[in-house]
């Protein structure tokens, strides 16, 4: 954690998080106004000390929205890493410990999934299952989870060739055993800061899907805030500021969040760029499976 | 190298049927199916019935993929059950939109992102470089489709430089529908190049950080000259990968950003589609794009080890 603070990034990341946390918290127990109430004489206020953000058309507070919004983004952000490392753990380990063939299937079906854009893939389960939040989380979950799944097979196999792991196996500890108590500890870092990553692409990724209005009415989002802005964008331009500024504020907060754990983890790292995440590129889209696992192959080949 | 691209080509070819699987599986899943959409929420069993036999919704779920992937390659991607048009003749329209869009922004964003990338690179701890990299970082983090709502309200309705919607006649039109590309392809393009910067600037300062570059300028080149000669052609490697991701990841965001633009595209049929559950075209569609990305991917993986000739010793 004192690690984190000592960059930039981390401390940034840290604190732009730490304010979604807190309005997401808020928003369960109050919000400035009621954000089910429409109130015709107050609509479009400008900015005010009754009203930061101002008004919108029905004469909602936009800061009440925003608030409001930072549950869904929130939730959101953390189910979809949640079901990332699910499918990534179990698919990567899996991949990388069991035998040859069953390994070169499981690869194989992996980068399958992840020549599908993650967007795409969300907009199929929305197709195919109703439009929840839980959906979105899903096709998030799942779309980053088999890119993550790719980076776990690489730092497994790599653990894998260590000592400590014949060791392990010499005193009789199991296949699951092993994984459980020796391989998954020593790369949960790398799994964290990509989980990080992930976070931020579910923020941006809620936000275009209740943009493009395939998520449910009665949730509150600032993706379909912004939607609804839209109709008006012509005349008042204003009101749609804060709402992009909220989904800024979760997207930056969780990359710079990532950013710094990583330089947390492995201060080697630190005198060279932050190489961009492996999963931050691939999850947008399909990734060269000869790369994913290896994102320092020139680091690697100099030795 | 003929080897590999022969087994290259089997491993898309594996993928693409995987992918229509995957596509039809999913789309089958759905809890009320085509022939209740289509009928309506009145049927009675017995109208659902017929249309389900109809449709040959009824019969085993191999036999309906086999039919779908034949037409398929044959050119048919289906016809619309719910408002009979044809979703080849649409999609080809609906191409003329989205596919410039694509190719602009795609042309536009590696133009400004490698020079920028590489110039955040070589000086990363003066002042612009930086600025450069925090520069891509909010890029990176702002949503495409408000930057895309920011630009219509200063250049379409501030200054009323663009057209705000693409015109009725298509190209037609040359000169308006231009005009009505030109904010989608660079609100795209923005987002995409901040991306694809920060992996240039990466690339970069990994490549100066070689001891083939500390050789290079003990001979006595410079620094740039170093770089240039030495370096360019080392860090384009992952750039060209990444290049690849971004067209792909391209593809998917311009279906947000037509609906940001009202443009009549690819992705707009798409989202409208999945709103009617007009689930033959949707599996069409989406099959195609997948069916692209991996093309793409195929593509850059061939390029790769053109540049690369470890990589073709290896093999």
Known sequence: MKALWRTWPGRIGTVLVGVITVSALLS????????????????????????????????????SLVID??????????????????????LGTASAVAPRWLGEVLINVIDVLIALPVLILALILVAALEGSVWTVALAIGLGSGVVLARVVRGEASRVLT??????????GSSTWRTVWRHVVPNISSTVIVQLSLIAALAVLAEAALSFLGLTPLSTPSWGRMLENLQQTVTVHPGALVFPGLAVLTATLGFNLLGDGLRDAVDPRLRTRSAAPSPVFSAV?????????????????RQR | MTIYVARRLGQLVLAVVVTSVFVFVLLRLLPGDLASVIAGTEATPEQLAAIRTELGLDRPLVEQYGEWIGGMLHGNFGESPVNGTTVTGELGQKL????????GSTVLSVLVAVP?????????????????????????????????????????????VFENAFPRGGWDEP??????????????????????????????????????????????????????????????????????????????????IERVFTLPGVGQMLVSDIRTRDLEKV????????????????AVDIVHRLIDPRLRVVA
């Open chain 2, 96 to 103: 003329t939109v989205s596919l410039p869009v694509v190719l």
């Open chain 2, 175 to 256: 000169g308006r529908a231009v005009s009505a590309l030109v904010l989608p392809t660079i609100t795209l393009a923005l987002s995409q190049g901040a991306v694809l910067m920060r992996f240039v600037r990466s690339a970069t300062l990994d490549v100066l950080h070689q001891e083939y570059i500390r050789t290079a300028r003990a001979k006595g080149l410079t620094r740039t000259q170093a770089l240039w000669r030495h370096g360019i052609r080392n860090a384009s490697l992952p750039v060209v990968s990444i290049l690849g991701v971004q067209i792909a990841s391209l593809i998917a965001g311009v279906v947000v």
């Open chain 1, 28 to 63: 369960l127990v109050w919000t400035p106004y009621d954000t089910g109430k429409i109130i015709p004489a107050d609509k479009w206020l400008p900015i005010s000390w009754r009203h930061p953000f101002g008004t919108d058309g029905a004469g909602r507070d936009l800061l």
């Open chain 2, 116 to 160: 920028l990338g590489i110039v955040a690179g070589s000086r990363h701890r003066k002042p612009d470089g930086v600025a450069l990299s925090a520069f891509s970082q909010l890029g990176i983090a702002l949503p495409s489709f408000w930057v895309g709502l920011m630009l219509i309200v200063v250049f379409v309705v501030h200054w009323q």
């Open chain 1, 284 to 300: 947008l889209a399909p990734a060269d499976p000869a790369r994913t696992d290896r994102p320092t192959t020139g680091r690697a």
């Open chain 1, 162 to 171: 260590q000592d400590y792991i014949l060791t392990a196996r010499a005193c």
């Open chain 1, 69 to 90: 919004g930072s549950r869904t983004t929130l939730f959101v952000a953390i189910a979809s890493a949640a079901i990332a490392a699910v499918i990534g753990l179990a």
């Open chain 2, 283 to 298: 599996q069409g569609t989406v099959l195609l794009v997948a069916v692209l990305v991996l093309v793409i991917g195929f």
